[in-house]
């Protein structure tokens, strides 16, 4: 079964920095795009950042210039480093990833189980 696990949520000062990882493991033959988003309680889910396998990214305005969205295929692992964390930024992260488990499957998008980010002011 494939699975996407995060990890790196916690509670910070506004202004601080953390950085979130998500690990895709269980037959993940091939990853295609992989993103975060996040969801406060009372908010819709919005779309944070995403990255594709060619390597372009795409952010939400809210974070541009504050976080950096990256990969490393090699460990099937997708980062999120979040810096200058505004309250603003309090929610549950998850990631997603396009991911295929042999050479002729689709692409499947999969979902994790999130990860609380709290920043305090």
């Known amino acids: 079964q494939v699975q996407l696990v995060e990890s790196g949520g916690g509670l910070v000062q506004a202004g601080g920095s953390l950085r979130l990882s998500c690990v895709a493991s269980?037959?993940?033959?091939?990853?295609?795009?992989m993103g975060w988003s996040r969801q406060a309680p009372g908010k819709q889910r919005e779309l944070v950042a995403t990255?594709?396998?060619?390597?372009?990214?795409n952010y939400a305005d809210s974070v541009k210039g504050r976080f950096t969205i990256s990969r490393d295929n090699a460990k099937n692992t997708v980062y999120l480093q979040m810096n200058s964390l505004k309250p603003e930024d309090t929610a549950v992260y998850y990631c997603?990833?396009?991911?295929?488990?042999?050479?002729?499957?689709?692409?499947?998008?999969?979902w994790g189980q999130g990860t609380q980010v709290t920043v305090s002011a």
């Open positions: 997603n990833a396009g991911i295929r488990t042999d050479w002729r499957s689709i692409f499947h998008n999969y």
């Open positions: 269980g037959g993940t033959f091939s990853i295609s795009a």
């Open positions: 990255t594709t396998s060619g390597g372009s990214t």
